[in-house]
């Protein structure tokens, strides 16, 4: 938490669906985690992403928006859908004041209510506070991710 900020009382932080308005404040949130995104690009990708039923909530204190989480649903021929957390993300000025477990808790919960029957989420080898983070949260490392980049 930055000294400029003083502590948060959580039960002021309230959890909502992004809105198209939010895209600025979105667009901070994803360069902190080194994803930079102009404005009006996220404003449309939230668009998209919405439309195909994915939801993008957001932690908001004093008017301001200070957390989000994107949420991705994944249904399977074989077991309960997935609930994926694609992204989630506190301003570094806020964080460590619970914030995070908050759009955590609310992401399990939206997931629970969608009959999902787990939760994942990946994390970057360098994001060694947020592995502790979903660690201590009860989230535990599981099977590898193969990714191939396709040529443009």
Excluded: W
Excluded at 19 to 46: G, Q
Excluded at 121 to 142: K, L, W
């Amino acid at each position: 938490m930055a000294s400029s900020t003083p502590p948060v009382s959580l039960s002021e932080v309230s959890i909502r669906p992004a809105s198209s308005t939010d895209a600025e404040a979105l667009a901070d949130l994803v360069a902190e985690l080194d994803y930079p995104t102009a404005p009006a690009l996220l404003r449309t990708r939230l668009h998209e992403l919405t439309a195909a039923g994915d939801q993008v909530l957001v932690a908001e204190y004093q008017a301001q928006v200070i957390g989000m989480v994107h949420l991705h649903r994944t249904p399977f021929l074989h077991r309960a859908p997935d609930g994926r957390i694609v992204t989630l993300g506190v301003l570094a000025a806020y964080r460590n004041q619970q914030i995070g477990a908050k759009l955590l808790a609310a992401a399990e919960h939206q997931f629970q209510q969608e009959g999902c029957g787990r939760v994942e989420v990946t994390s970057g080898f360098p994001r060694e506070a947020a592995h502790r983070f979903y660690q201590r949260a009860g989230y535990e490392p599981q099977s590898r991710r193969f990714v191939k980049v396709l040529p443009r």
